[in-house]
């Protein structure tokens, strides 16, 4: 089992920016490709970005494409996603994710989530 904490939501204006944070509990994240979800009030889950456990290889959804950035730390025990010029459309409970890295598809087979952290985006 992998236990994800995320962290960093709130509430922002519209161009302003937020950084999320993923940790795992009392473990690293060493092996595992880890990805970032979000969805919005009425919408199903959508991916957002994600990395591949070695750091090689990250990657965006179009909407985010850009503006935001992810990446990991240096003891492999956290993720971030960095998101700068923020928009109304980016309000959404945002989910991190985590799957044993096998070098498929990274925007999908995740079985070990977050709780979830809540983003607002003001206009």
């Known amino acids: 089992q992998v236990q994800l904490l995320e962290s960093g939501g709130g509430l922002v204006q519209a161009g302003g920016s937020l950084r999320l944070s993923c940790a795992a509990a009392g473990r690293t994240l060493r092996m595992y490709d880890m990805g970032w979800f979000r969805q919005a009030p009425g919408k199903g889950r959508e991916f957002v970005a994600a990395i591949t456990w070695s750091g090689g290889r990250t990657l965006y959804a179009d909407a985010v494409k850009g503006r935001f950035s992810m990446s990991i730390c240096s003891a492999e025990t956290t993720v971030y996603l960095q998101m700068n010029s923020l928009k109304p459309e980016d309000t959404a409970v945002y989910y991190c994710?985590?799957?044993?890295?096998?070098?498929?598809?990274?925007?999908?087979?995740?079985?070990?989530w977050g709780q979830g952290t809540q983003v607002t985006v003001s206009s």
């Open positions: 994710a985590a799957r044993l890295g096998d070098g498929r598809d990274i925007t999908a087979g995740y079985p070990f």
